[in-house]
């Protein structure tokens, strides 16, 4: 079932776009999750709403969306929290 999570980072925009795209249409998923964290999180956002209004002609829609944050050292060995985003797009029925 993860293989159709897409990890957004700090690849070009459209290789993102074209990944979420591929997953509906040569794989047949029926959901797909775009994951990101941090400062990638907006664009994440910016991910889902392009693949699925103009890519996909809205055949798809946001179904579900989680936020959370997470914990960890830094290099320095400092605590720091980072918030996560989790967009779960699915075909509309």
């Known amino acids: 079932m993860d293989d159709n999570n897409i990890f957004i980072g700090g ?11 591929m997953q509906f249409t040569t ?10 964290r941090g400062k990638f999180i907006s664009r994440a956002v910016d991910v889902a709403e392009v693949a699925s209004k103009r890519f996909l002609d809205s055949t798809v829609g ?8 997470e914990e960890f ?7 720091i929290r980072v918030s996560t985003i989790e967009i779960t ?5």
């Open 62 to 69: 946001t179904k579900d969306i989680k936020i959370n944050s």
């Open 89 to 93: 797009l699915g075909k509309n029925q």
């Open 27 to 36: 794989k047949n998923a029926d959901e797909v999750v775009v994951k990101a």
């Open 11 to 21: 690849k070009p925009f459209m290789n993102y776009v074209t990944g979420v795209v």
């Open 73 to 79: 050292k830094n290099t320095e060995g400092r605590d």
